[in-house]
């Protein structure tokens, strides 16, 4: 029974996947052993760390990640969480780096626009003050990331491989000027220059500088960002499952016992 | 609700409330009502299906506590939810991964009736109620798809009310009136929010009167052959309310794999960017529950006729007590109709692929187009058209004339404890068939 209920669900989702396999004259994407994937798989809190910091010194120049507040970075699975803390807010990492930005406000005495030291219960400020403002200065308005792993078919290694795709263009492609050519960008023209190069970002932790760590560890902490929650979601799931399995198997031992005398 | 009461109140108190509000007894007839022995587990979506519906409310409630319905702010809502409310997550997926599992119920309980023939008399009325159900989630789901405020939501919430703009004369009118404005925006939205919780109580009472209706003529079975007496049933409870709890907690584990593991596998990533009118994505596609009827609506290049195609093909299933006529309910018996019946199957999933896929595409890469009429034959459109047809073919040609006229059915065994048992008693018979009462 189970059985068929599962091939059913695969049917069916081959049939909502089937547009992303129809796109033809795209490359597959790079796949990467990722530590958050698979049933059991959590971040690398180190790589959230390092994943940060390409955030803040590269993409934040340009992408804003409004859904996420400092004190996030300091929660459960989060990049500085510390279980020493007893919340995210005492946390010294997550404070000292909310005290660095500065966000807008307005004066309580006075009712000016100000600009005050952000605490951690702000969210991380966007490079732009708009839409409009990003347009004039960048020619074009670069997605807010905080939704980007999963507002992408493919997430993190989509991520991956835009960000390590960049290539010449084949000969009878034009690239526009101001544009760039890379093959796993759906009509292979983008706007964003080639953002990460080796030795673009030093990680505190001596990890090598290349492209390749750079763009899997900024992958990871956007996945994260997507998805603060999956590890708690994991770990409730997994005893949820043995709770249910078990209760299955009662239920279906108690079915045999109540039936056992009628013939059907 | 039919047949003698077996409900003695014992205390006076029990006497007092029976000449009242005979609650009780009405609850006892219903755990005790007899139903059919041979009941397979096809029978178990009844109970699943009110387990989806009531696990829909309470996690859609909790999520209307916190949801924000207007334009500005729905979608950052759904993400202080997915964030910060305390296991909003875990609401919230269950509510959207529910939606699409109560439907894969919901077809599979709609296929169980197709092919065992519970849709024939007497349980017309039960049938009728039952597409009305189904109607009502199709609108349910359509409005709750858009409070997410992504993309699609917002694409496909233009898409389906410029269905209604294909309608002669009035048809721009309607379109306006449901948007609320001339373009989908926050009216749109807010009053969709309002319909999005009115209609699920509509749900809960029409599955009211659909037990009701259940409970007149009782279960149909998979022989298909009625009740003759009380050889041939169990009570209610404990009999089916371990089996289908049984059945309800298998579905819950494939519940909680979506849930915990791949939460967003039937969900667009495309759903996961704001709604913004002015970049329309690629491809518009509705949730997979609704793809059969949207290639059907694209087979037909005229606006007009594919939405009365559409309409046709809903129509079609409220009719079927009238068009399959034949007295041999259960297609165990019926060779003919059960092979019509499986291609009726695999036209619904074609039907299904079809939609997910854009007109023009071609389904075989590599092949010379062969043009005909206004299009190529290896095109998804033409696909559509011949399982439009084969759609409306089995409704309307095969069960009412072609069925009748070629086939003769088997036997049909003379009672439902007559045919070969493969559940065989343990104990011998006249054993006491009531072990809740026994150690």
Sequence with gaps: MLRKILALAAILGFAVAAPALADTGQPPLKHIAWSFSGPFGGYDQEQLQRGFKVYREVCSQCHSLKLIAFHDLGEPGGPFWDPKYKTANDNAYVKAIAAEFKVPDIDPDTGDPIQRVATTADSMPPPYANEIAAKATLGGSPPDMSMLEKAREGGANYIYSILTGYTTAPAGVTVPAGKYYNPFMLGGIIAMPPPLVAGRVTFDDGKPSTLDQEAQDIAAFLTWASDPHMEQRKQMGLAVMVYLLVFAGLLYASYRRVWRNVAH | ?439
Excluded at chain 2, 40 to 56: D, E, H
Aim: a neutral charge; hydrophobic letters at 50%.
């Design chain 2, 1 to 439: 609700m039919s047949g003698p009461s077996s409900y003695e109140p014992g205390t006076a108190i029990e006497r007092w409330l029976d000449a009242r509000l005979p609650i009780i007894r009405f609850s006892v007839d219903l755990m005790d009502f007899p139903t059919p022995k041979n009941l397979n587990y096809w029978w178990t979506f009844g109970g699943i299906l009110a387990f989806c519906l009531a696990s829909q409310i309470v996690t859609g409630v909790i999520l209307a506590m916190h949801f924000d319905p207007t334009g500005a702010g729905a979608f950052l809502s759904i993400e202080h939810i997915m964030r910060d409310v305390n296991y909003g997550w875990l609401i919230r997926y269950i509510h959207a991964d529910g939606a699409f599992l109560f439907f894969l119920a919901v077809y599979i309980h709609m296929f169980r009736g197709l092919y065992y023939g519970s849709f024939k008399a007497p349980r017309e009325v039960l049938w009728l109620i039952g597409c009305l159900i189904y109607l009502a989630m199709m609108a349910t789901a359509f409005f709750g798809y858009v409070l997410r405020w992504g993309q699609m939501s917002f694409w496909g919430a233009k898409v389906i009310t410029s269905l209604f703009g294909a309608i002669p004369f009035v048809g721009p009118s309607i379109t306006t009136w449901l948007l609320g404005g001339f373009a989908v925006d926050s009216p749109t939205l807010n009053r969709f929010f309002s319909l999005h919780y009115l209609l699920p109580f509509v749900i809960a009472a029409l599955v009211v009167l659909h037990i009701w209706a259940l409970h007149v003529p009782g279960n149909s079975n998979p022989v298909g052959v009625n009740v003759k007496g009380k050889s041939d049933t169990v009570p209610f409870h404990p009999y089916y309310t371990v089996k289908d709890g049984f059945a309800i907690v298998l579905f819950m584990i494939l519940m909680a794999v979506f849930v915990f593991y791949q939460p967003e596998a039937m969900m667009g990533a495309d759903n996961n960017i704001p709604a913004n009118p002015i970049v329309t994505p690629p491809h518009i596609v509705p949730e997979w529950y609704l793809l059969p009827y949207y290639a059907i609506l694209r087979a037909i290049p005229n606006k007009l006729m594919g939405v009365m195609a559409m309409g046709g093909a809903i129509a079609c299933i409220f009719a079927l007590p009238w068009l399959d006529r034949t007295k041999v309910r259960s297609m165990r018996y019926r060779p003919q109709a059960r092979i019509y019946f499986f291609f009726f199957c695999a036209a619904c999933v074609i039907l299904g692929f079809c939609g997910a896929h854009e007109v023009d595409d071609k389904v075989i890469n590599g092949l010379a187009p062969i043009t005909f009429l206004d299009a190529d034959l290896n095109s998804y459109v033409w696909v559509s058209r011949l399982g439009a047809l084969y759609y409306f073919a089995y409704f309307l040609v095969i069960l009412p004339i072609v069925l009748p006229m070629t086939e003769t059915p088997l036997p049909v065994p003379e009672s439902i404890s007559t045919p070969v048992l493969s559940h065989p008693a343990a104990a011998p018979a006249g054993a006491p068939a009531a072990p809740e009462k026994k150690g």
